[in-house]
């Protein structure tokens, strides 16, 4: 009767695991390199590197924009680094108020409160969810003391 039993729970998580499987290949299958749309690639020594965003579908995936310019101040840097955020997001087909998820990284964990004056009120009524990070040695790349990425939709 154990036999019986064991057998019946292996089939059950056996079939399950089936279904649960062929859910997840068939996403894997409907997305492809033809409907990710891509823009403002920047390469390194002639091969393509990252792009400034990713659209596939109805998301929108922007990669980190800094402010890599003086004066070296973080209410600067964050106003700068919004503002092309906004503008990546505009050319791709959405706007502030469709993010859906920032990732906020800090040169210095000390800037955190100079970062949210900026911050806050920039992604109108309802804000998105957020992340913010302080890195590690060697800082954010580049000069700037903010950088931040983001995932909105259209």
């Given at each position: 009767m154990q036999t019986q039993r064991r057998s019946a729970i292996k089939k059950l998580l056996a079939s399950i695991t089936?279904?649960?499987?062929?859910?997840?290949?068939?996403?894997?299958?409907?997305?492809?390199?033809?409907?990710?749309?891509?823009?403002?690639?920047?390469?390194?020594?002639?091969?393509?590197?990252f792009s400034s965003f990713t659209r596939h579908g109805d998301l929108i995936y922007i990669s980190g924009v800094g402010a890599h310019v003086a004066p070296f101040e973080i209410k600067a840097h964050t106003e700068i680094v919004l503002q092309g955020?906004?503008?990546?997001?505009?050319?791709?087909?959405?706007?502030?108020?469709?993010?859906?998820?920032?990732?906020v990284f800090l040169n210095d964990?000390?800037?955190?409160?100079?970062m949210n004056e900026v911050f806050k009120g920039r992604f109108g009524?309802?804000?998105?969810?957020?992340?913010?990070?302080?890195?590690?040695?060697g800082g954010v790349p580049g000069d700037s003391l903010v950088e931040m990425d983001c995932i909105a939709y259209i």
């Open positions: 089936a279904v649960a499987g062929f859910g997840l290949a068939a996403k894997a299958k409907s997305i492809t390199a033809e409907e990710k749309e891509v823009g403002d690639i920047t390469n390194f020594q002639d091969v393509p590197l955020m906004e503008n990546v997001l505009k050319k791709a087909g959405s706007s502030m108020e469709k993010v859906l998820k920032v990732s964990i000390q800037d955190y409160q100079g009524k309802k804000p998105p969810v957020r992340t913010t990070v302080a890195v590690a040695k």
